[in-house]
């Protein structure tokens, strides 16, 4: 399957926090947010692991209420999250936790479902960091599914004709993406009504084979 002619802009993004237990939660659903935004649900899982995991290190081991920042970004094809906090002196380790025991597990569980991980050491604070695979073939491309293929396959068939031939061959903007998709669907909806089917009907279905696909795909 050929490049994605569309580019995705994923801008990288921080975010100040106080290390509680009570912002998880919080965390987790920021994190999610921003990665559905980012068309990247499948890596949600994993990356909602490792914010957890790093975040709970800190409160355990620098202590409740350590000021810290999230920050995320693309590294190349990698999802990149990183936790900084002020202490120089607790650094994260991979230990074997032991068997039945909850503590010691977390950096294992990051590792686990990271490509890889580390430590950086800087003048007033550590950043612990991991990156994910997402699949992708550069940090604006798309996931591939049969489904985005086709829609792009109709989206190069019929709208980019009116595009100049040098344009055609460089990375387009996902905001003129969006408009000729929109184009698509309305010359579709003609379609249906030219032929006597109630648009707002097809509409609905299609709604509902878009959620059913979202649902079976995570």
Request: glycine share 10%; charged share 25%.
């Amino acid at each position: 399957m050929g490049e994605c002619r569309f580019g995705v802009d994923r801008k990288a993004w921080d975010l100040a926090f106080l290390a509680e237990a009570e912002e998880l939660a919080g965390l987790r659903r920021v994190m999610r947010l921003h990665l559905e935004l980012w068309g990247l649900p499948g890596v949600v899982h994993a990356a909602q692991i490792c914010v957890t995991e790093l975040v709970a290190n800190v409160v355990t081991h620098v202590g409740p209420g350590t000021p810290c920042c999230l920050a995320v970004s693309m590294n190349g094809d990698r999802l990149r999250v990183e936790v900084s906090d002020p202490d120089l002196r607790e650094i994260p380790t991979l230990v074997a936790a032991a068997e039945g025991r909850e503590t010691g597990r977390g950096m294992a569980l990051v590792d686990g479902v990271s490509d890889r991980w580390g430590v950086i050491l800087r003048g007033d604070s550590k950043v612990t960091w991991c990156e994910l695979p997402t699949g992708l073939r550069s940090s604006r491309d798309h996931v591939d599914s049969p489904q985005v293929a086709r829609a792009e396959a109709l989206l190069n068939l019929c709208g980019l004709g009116g595009i100049p031939v040098g344009a055609r061959r460089e990375r387009l903007s996902l905001s003129l993406g969006k408009e000729l998709a929109i184009d698509l669907v309305a010359d579709l909806l003609h379609w249906l009504r030219a032929h006597g089917y109630d648009p707002d009907d097809a509409l609905d279905c299609a709604q509902t084979h878009f959620e059913t696909a979202v649902v079976d795909s995570v």
